[in-house]
Nanobody, 115 residues
Framework: VQLVESGGGLVQPGGSLRLSCAASGFTFSNYRMRWYRQAPGKERELVAPISDAGGSTNYADSMKDRFAISRDNAKNTVYLQMNSLKPEDTAVYYC?????????WGQGTQVTVSS
């Protein structure tokens, strides 16, 4: 199993970023995927999950109406569109899948929101 995140960077408050996570080594379309984030000095928190077919999503309250998770099963990729970014969104963002009682993580992509 391999998860490779990309798309992070430095953005001004109010800006947007689109994160991508390319997955390989498993049947992507069979599994729920998740985005997490971890800010400096804080625990890792769930951003959003998405069902295997992409029809069911959910968001933490602080990200609702600003973030959108989606997936393309033909490309084995899950996305996180982030709009109206705030300084408190600064964190390392991780892609996650749970397979066979094991959590798999990517290396993360840094998102910094600052003027």
């Amino acid at each position: 199993v391999q998860l490779v995140e990309s798309g992070g960077g430095l953005v001004q408050p109010g800006g947007s970023l689109r994160l991508s996570c390319a997955a390989s080594g498993f049947t992507f379309s069979n599994y729920r995927m998740r985005w997490y984030r971890q800010a400096p000095g804080k625990e890792r928190e769930l951003v959003a999950p998405i069902s295997d077919a992409g029809g069911s999503t959910n968001y933490a309250d602080s990200m609702k109406d600003r973030f959108a998770i989606s997936r393309d099963n033909a490309k084995n990729t899950v996305y996180l569109q982030m709009n109206s970014l705030k300084p408190e969104d600064t964190a390392v963002y991780y892609c996650n899948v749970f397979i066979g009682l094991h959590d798999y993580w990517g290396q993360g992509t840094q998102v910094t929101v600052s003027s």
